[in-house]
């Protein structure tokens, strides 16, 4: 059963950075394709990024295209999420998740991590 692990969260001044990390453990994702997803206050939980099993695919949400960066690192079993230019609007609580690159770009997955916070202040 593969178990993800989010950690990288924190509060950030608007216009700053963030790196998060999504470690595996108890089987390979190398087979799955990965992704992040968010949920903010009050909103309803969002696509943000998803990478192929190969790493050589990424797709992204509108509103982070240009700013975020999904990667990963097979060897190590992680995914990351490099985030640039933080705005207010990008607070929410960040989560991997492992699947078929489709189901995770449908909103969907079978594997998810428990999450971590990402505050972006004004």
């Known amino acids: 059963q593969v178990e993800l692990a989010e950690s990288g969260g924190g509060l950030v001044q608007a216009g700053g950075s963030l790196r998060l990390s999504c470690a595996a453990s108890?089987?390979?994702?190398?087979?799955?394709?990965m992704g992040w997803f968010r949920q903010g206050p009050g909103k309803e939980r969002e696509f943000v990024a998803a990478i192929s099993g190969s790493g050589i695919t990424t797709y992204y949400a509108d509103s982070v295209k240009g700013r975020f960066t999904i990667s990963r690192d097979n060897a190590k079993n992680t995914a990351y999420l490099q985030m640039n230019s933080l705005k207010p609007e990008d607070t929410a609580v960040y989560s991997c998740?492992?699947?078929?690159?489709?189901?995770?770009?449908?909103?969907?997955?079978?594997?998810w991590g428990q999450g971590s916070q990402v505050t972006v202040s004004s």
């Open positions: 998740a492992a699947d078929l690159v489709g189901r995770l770009v449908a909103g969907k997955s079978y594997y």
């Open positions: 108890g089987g390979t994702v190398s087979g799955y394709a």
